[in-house]
């Protein structure tokens, strides 16, 4: 079968022929791939940054954002059946921490996970892969077109589903269910983690900016207007005059991935806020910040930072829900964050696709 590899810390990119693999454990799934999503992760993997490849090889199969369809399953397998759309989930348990061994992969403690297309351990770029079922999601057949957007989606999900765990645990009055009802979120940087993230906001009753550099009538702004977002552009309003221009900030998500703006963006946000980041810049990027201040106001104003990365499963199935609802309320609005689509021969131009139109690239096998 063919598969899409890399040398990491290199630039090479390889259409290469390897053994198809096949159902070994009673426990594991084969899927057919149908469709791989492009990130920043993966482009960044191009061009030679943070990627590991399995033990005793050089050589990486990329891709961590799937769809595929289930041809073959292990005795003991009762999520899905051949026929069934599926994806599978990117980090694998290091088999030693507490989170790990209760299925949250995602806060692992030891740091000895690994990723599928990403650290140690090859990823979805191939025709077929075989995995075992905990990590495994049946995608409903009315969410199949957008399946492939379900990775990204949880990721954004978790962010909120961490911000609002927080609010409700540490403010009187704050419920999980409640407390971003009225409330006015924003989100830095319109990538599909942003707009994602938007849409998981509105979903649960906030009032939505969204901020990035691109021309007002682009395909992103788009997105965010067709939920009922307002859009402000960075190169027009500067961020030390977001809250006079719109008031009180109760939550910003951050999904930019630029370090100086990551932190000036600080001011913006209001008493009892809270601030998710979810954008990994080049860790050579220094920044000349107003320290001071930003201190100064954290402390005075009770507010929270928080990174967040990966999802669990429950987030997953979070963001499952939060696409079939985005169906009901917004047709439309997840496809279009579709922009572009290819055949996985054109892996170096869907890599290469970073214009200001483009939001998320498919490749399809
Ligand atoms: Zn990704
Ligand atoms: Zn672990």
């Not at 996985?344 to 970073?354: C, P």
Request: proline residues 5%; negative net charge; contains cysteine.
């Amino acid at each position: 079968m063919k598969v899409i590899t890399t040398v990491p810390g290199s630039k090479i990119i390889e259409i290469k022929e390897r053994p198809e693999p096949q159902i070994s454990q009673p426990d594991e799934i084969k899927l057919k791939i149908t469709k791989i999503g492009i990130c920043g992760t993966d482009r960044e993997i191009a061009h030679g940054g943070r990627a590991d490849a399995p033990p005793g090889t050089n050589e990486l199969v990329l891709g961590h954002e799937m769809l595929g369809r289930v041809v073959a399953v292990g005795e003991n397998v009762t999520k899905v059946k051949p026929g069934d759309y599926a994806v599978f989930t990117v980090r694998r348990d290091c088999g030693e921490c507490a989170p790990c061994n209760v299925g949250r992969n995602d806060m692992c403690q030891t740091g000895k996970y690994t990723e599928r297309g990403i650290r140690a351990y090859d990823g979805y770029m191939a025709e077929y892969v075989v995995d075992k079922e905990k990590y495994c999601l049946r995608v409903p057949d009315d969410l199949v077109d957008l399946g492939v957007l379900t990775e990204p989606m949880s990721v954004s999900v978790k962010a909120v589903d961490e911000a609002l765990k927080i609010q409700a645990a540490r403010i009187p009055g704050a419920t999980y269910d409640g407390w971003l009802k009225g409330r006015t979120a924003l989100v830095v940087g319109l990538g599909p983690i942003g707009l994602l993230g938007a849409i998981a906001l509105r979903l649960r009753g906030a009032e939505v900016l969204g901020m990035d550099i691109v021309d007002e009538n682009s395909p992103r702004p788009s997105v965010l207007k067709a939920i009922g977002g307002k859009y402000i552009n960075g190169k027009e309003v500067k961020a030390d005059t977001i809250d006079e221009l719109h008031g009180h900030i109760d939550l910003i998500f951050e999904a930019a991935g630029v370090a100086k703006l990551g932190f000036d963006i600080i001011d913006a946000l209001g008493i009892n806020g809270i601030y998710v980041m979810t954008g990994v810049p080049g860790a050579d990027r220094p920044a000349d910040i107003a320290a001071g201040a930003i201190m100064q106001q954290m402390v005075l104003m009770n507010q929270v930072m928080i990174g967040s990365v990966n999802a669990s499963m429950e987030h997953n199935l979070m963001a499952l829900n939060d696409m079939a609802e985005c169906k009901k309320k917004w047709p439309g609005v997840l496809e279009s964050i579709i922009t572009e689509v290819m055949p996985y021969t054109k892996i170096n131009e869907a890599l290469a696709n970073t214009h200001s139109d483009e939001i998320k690239t498919i490749i399809e096998f």
